[in-house]
T-cell receptor, first 114, second 116 residues
């Protein structure tokens, strides 16, 4: 069975602080994909990143970075120098390698205060 | 590219009525579309997978006779909530996958349904 766990229900930080959102996944597949999405108050999902199971390189995109560790089945997301506009719900998601269902974590509410 | 639209963006209806939500891929063809439901402060839960030209596949616990899905073309899938009740009030989000393959899903902006 596929499962995604985001243990942090809610995180509050002050602007300019760094924050890491945790994501742990379970799957029996050897080929799978991991995703992070941002959901601002408007509700629309914003795609942030996709990572396949064969690519363990960490990735940095501006203030965002992702740490993929297959050994611990984790795909954590770090925002550096957080801003108020980063306030949203962040979802980690998993699907196996044949383009089928996405399984979402419960989401982490991030509140960035000025 | 890869834009998905939903219509309407929000709807309020009386209990017992039916509501149709459209999901369109605007600039690509999608053989597969997915329908999700998101209750307040909860995650997205997959309701059904909609394949063009065939019957939708429903997730366990989702009533197929209540949530009618039609995927008549490569750019349009519709979800009809029949005999809606207040407990059906939710945020419904669709996504579409490229007909050319790949596993990325492109999400629509969602439809907020309120049943009075």
């Amino acid at each position: 069975a596929q499962k995604v766990t985001q243990a942090q229900t809610e995180i509050s930080v002050v602007e300019k602080e760094d924050v890491t959102l945790d994501c742990v996944y379970e799957t029996r597949d050897t080929t799978y994909y991991l995703f992070w999405y941002k959901q601002p108050p408007s509700g629309e999902l914003v795609f942030l990143i996709r990572r396949n199971s064969f690519d363990e390189q960490n990735e940095i995109s501006g203030r965002y970075s992702w740490n993929f560790q297959k050994s611990t089945s984790s795909f954590n997301f770090t925002i550096t120098a957080s801003q108020v506009v980063d306030s949203a719900v962040y979802f980690c998601a998993l699907n196996h390698g044949y383009g089928n269902k996405l399984v979402f974590g419960a989401g982490t509410i991030l509140r960035v205060k000025s | 590219g890869a834009v998905v639209s939903q219509h309407p963006s929000w709807v309020i209806c009386k209990s017992g009525t039916s509501v149709k939500i459209e999901c369109r891929s605007l600039d690509f063809q999608a053989t597969t579309m997915f329908w999700y439901r998101q209750f307040p402060k909860q995650s997205l839960m997959l309701m059904a997978t909609s394949n063009e030209g065939s019957k939708a596949t429903y997730e366990q616990g989702v009533e197929k006779d209540k949530f009618l899905i039609n995927h008549a073309s490569l750019t349009l899938s519709t979800l009809t909530v029949t005999s809606a009740h207040p407990e059906d009030s939710s945020f419904y989000i669709c996504s579409a996958r490229l007909a050319s393959g790949g596993n990325e899903q492109f999400f629509g902006p969602g439809t907020r349904l309120t049943v009075l």
